[in-house]
């Protein structure tokens, strides 16, 4: 047998080339979340500008009518759960490599994504309510 006969070794596991994750189990998929999110913030950055520079100088009244027109509160939406969920992301990224104790880390990563959820549900109702006219 030649030396390019020799079957190929791998390190990984049985069960680890049949879902085909690394040793993390979901740091490809995290960057790619990671990344897109960062992009659908930066086009959306644009028209969230536009919108708060509309905002200055208007009164609670005229705040409303602009919050609360369709197209502005879909922008709004997008770039609050786009915001919401990079930030989680990148939060967990952080907590699993500095954040060496166990315990600490398991309750830092869910008091994370408990807080995440929060900022986005509360913002998502703010705007669902002025869009709504309630």
Known sequence: MSATDTPRRSMRTPLGRVRNLGAAHSG???FWRQRITGVAMTLLMIPVIVVVM????SNQAGAKL??????IAVIMLLFIIA?????KIG???IIEDYVHNEKLK???IMLNNFFSIAVALASTY???KLASGV
């Open 106 to 108: 398991l309750v830092s």
């Open 126 to 128: 703010a705007i669902l």
């Open 28 to 30: 490809t998929s995290d």
């Open 91 to 93: 939060m967990q990224v």
């Open 83 to 87: 915001s919401a969920w990079h930030m």
């Open 66 to 71: 602009i919050l609360g027109s369709l197209p």
């Open 54 to 57: 509309m905002l200055l100088g």
